[in-house]
């Protein structure tokens, strides 16, 4: 950590929120990959998976517009977290029904893109107001700088280990890790110590 510490500059709770970050971004790599890679399978056509894009951006713009407020209302640490649990528990979950019964992909799949945007815009107004109160205003250019590297990063992992991980257990076991990287995440955000948001960095108020 400590060395980590020195590499970035970042403090040791912006570590953690960068982690979660990360490790968040992988998940939302695999999802896409593994969904399109099994629709296609299963239909024979790239349509099915068109039509799981359209929802999944759909709720996202839609979402959004409850998310900000609900997340201004409090610590933003919280419901980022609750999201990552959320979508965690329920796409393990449904990736062991796919498992068992892959005839079901396109409800499940759909089922899982709708929990996992909803989630989402909660998760990301969370990560947005939660950093400022993480460094210095100083250090958000820093911070927000590394949180994109490990959103893009993130989900280049993502995307190069569902390959592997479809060729060799095929894409349910890629959903049911997916879910996992979102558990991960919020077990990065939970570590985060406690923080005053509204005061930590009272200089970072009106930042980025």
Do not use: K
């Not at 933003?76 to 979950?93: D, S």
């Not at 250019?141 to 994109?148: H, I, Q, V």
């Not at 990063?153 to 890629?174: H, K």
């Amino acid at each position: 950590m400590r060395a980590l510490m020195r590499l970035t500059g970042l403090p040791s709770a912006a570590l953690c929120f960068l982690a979660g970050t990360f490790a968040s971004n992988i998940g939302n790599g695999m999802h896409t990959l593994a969904a399109g890679a099994l629709l296609y399978q299963q239909t024979g056509t790239v349509a099915a998976f068109g039509v799981v894009v359209v929802i999944e951006q759909a709720v996202t713009v839609l979402m959004q517009a409850v998310a900000g407020p609900s997340v201004d209302r409090g610590d933003p640490r919280r419901p980022a977290m609750l999201a990552e649990i959320v979508r965690g528990v329920c796409v393990c979950v449904l990736s062991l029904l796919l498992i068992v019964n892959t005839a079901s992909a396109l409800p499940l799949i759909l089922a899982m893109t709708v929990i996992i945007r909803i989630a989402h815009t909660f998760h990301r107004a969370g990560t947005f107001a939660l950093s400022p109160a993480l460094v210095p205003a100083a250090d958000l250019t820093r911070l927000n700088s590394w949180f994109s590297a490990c959103q893009q990063g993130g989900q280049l992992v993502g995307l190069a280990a569902t390959g592997l991980i479809v060729a060799q257990w095929e894409a349910p076991a890629a959903f049911f890790i997916n879910g996992v990287t979102f558990l991960v995440s919020a077990v990065t955000l939970a570590a985060i110590p406690s923080l005053r948001l509204a005061t930590a960095y009272p200089a970072t108020a009106n930042a980025g």
